[in-house]
T-cell receptor
Framework: NAGVTQTPKFQVLKTGQSMTLQCAQD?????MYWYRQDPGMGLRLIYY???????DKGEVPNGYNVSRLNKREFSLRLESAAPSQTSVYFC??????????????FGPGTRLTVT | SQKIEQNSEALNIQEGKTATLTCNYT??????LQWYRQDPGRGPVFLLLIRENEKEKRKERLKVTFDTTLKQSLFHITASQPADSATYLC???????????FGKGTKLSVKP
């Protein structure tokens, strides 16, 4: 099993450009998450999807959109990138929703720089 | 609002000693708490989960305690090794649908 995979690993954007970060998991998990990690701020939840077909806002959703394409894939889109979105982005997944308590499995991250 | 604090940004210890990391929280009563390890340039990796009705949980050289009265969890690594050097994150149940709230982490350095 590959676990959680993310593409791309690195990306440089100019202000105003758009891009989509891709995430896929092969563990048959229902729940998927997008976080950003900034120095001194820790991991902050951007959006999550408790199951296929549902998405909800997390702590810092402004400037982002998500799509839960199917059970395996959860993408994060920046429509008009801003320098404040320079960060490391992590995707995570966790076991089926009926398991009320579950650990999360993280991907390797995407390092995004917006100039 | 919920607040979670890891009391040290960095902790330096000598190989063989026990490392103790602290996680405090306020304005909340989580049903469980988790600890993760994160190496530079990598995503966090789950280590241990402890429920509110459990006082202590062990896994090899790792031990976690959960004191709901003090609103505190302690994470211990016994007989520490340089390979234990990493950032350790605590995370609380976020209240809905398996969400977690993460602390900022403590960077542990174990010197030989």
């Amino acid at each position: 099993n590959a676990g959680v995979t993310q593409t791309p690993k690195f990306q440089v954007l100019k202000t105003g450009q758009s891009m989509t970060l891709q995430c896929a998991q092969d563990m048959n998990h229902n729940s998927m998450y997008w976080y950003r990690q900034d120095p001194g701020m820790g991991l902050r939840l951007i959006y999550y999807s408790a199951s296929e077909g549902t998405t909800d806002k997390g702590e810092v959703p402004n400037g982002y959109n998500v799509s839960r394409l199917n059970k395996r894939e959860f993408s994060l889109r920046l429509e008009s990138a801003a320098p404040s979105q320079t960060s490391v982005y992590f995707c995570a997944s966790s076991v089926p929703a009926y398991a009320l308590i579950a650990e999360q499995y993280f991907g390797p991250g995407t390092r995004l720089t917006v100039t | 609002s919920q607040k979670i604090e890891q009391n040290s940004e960095a902790l330096n210890i000598q190989e063989g000693k026990t490392a103790t990391l602290t996680c405090n929280y306020t304005n909340y009563s989580p049903a469980y708490l988790q600890w993760y390890r994160q190496d530079p340039g990598r995503g966090p990796v789950f280590l241990l989960l402890i429920r509110e009705n459990e006082k202590e949980k062990r896994k090899e050289r790792l031990k976690v305690t959960f004191d709901t009265t003090l609103k505190q969890s302690l994470f211990h690594i016994t007989a520490s090794q340089p390979a234990d050097s990493a950032t350790y994150l605590c995370a609380l149940e976020g209240g809905s649908q398996g969400n977690l709230i993460f602390g900022k982490g403590t960077k542990l350095s174990v010197k030989p």
